[in-house]
């Protein structure tokens, strides 16, 4: 009885925790979602320097939402829209991951090269 009554107390108290308010919301302007031009299922050659070809294909393109990283359970949040893109190649074993984000929430465009975290 003596461990229930703390863990009901924590359960009671972290369910009044205020839920943060959303500050401002940004969205992908048609420029910036031509800024990765590719379709799902389009194939693209790739010709390395040294005479190698292969294809990779887009195996993905989705917008999401999501949420700016808040702190503090209650923090005030922005939400942003995101645009990614995968292509993928058999051979070279190959995956590109690239995200673009709105400029005026960030100014930055992410790309990952075999990362095993992406599926």
Do not use: W
Request: hydrophobic residues 35%; glycine residues 4%.
């Amino acid at each position: 009885m003596k461990i229930l009554f703390p863990f009901i107390a924590l359960l009671f108290l972290s369910s009044c925790i205020p839920e943060g308010q959303e500050r401002g919301k940004f969205e992908l302007t048609n420029e910036e979602r031509q800024t990765i031009p590719y379709l799902a299922g389009e194939r693209i050659a790739f010709s390395h320097s040294n005479g190698f070809e292969f294809d990779l294909k887009v195996s993905n393109k989705d917008t999401k939402f999501q949420k700016s990283e808040t702190y503090h359970a209650g923090d005030d949040y922005f939400t942003y829209e995101t645009l990614t893109t995968i292509l993928e190649s058999d051979v070279p074993e190959l995956t590109i991951n690239l995200t673009v984000f709105p400029l005026a929430y960030n100014p930055f465009m992410s790309v990952e090269i075999n990362s095993y975290f992406l599926k």
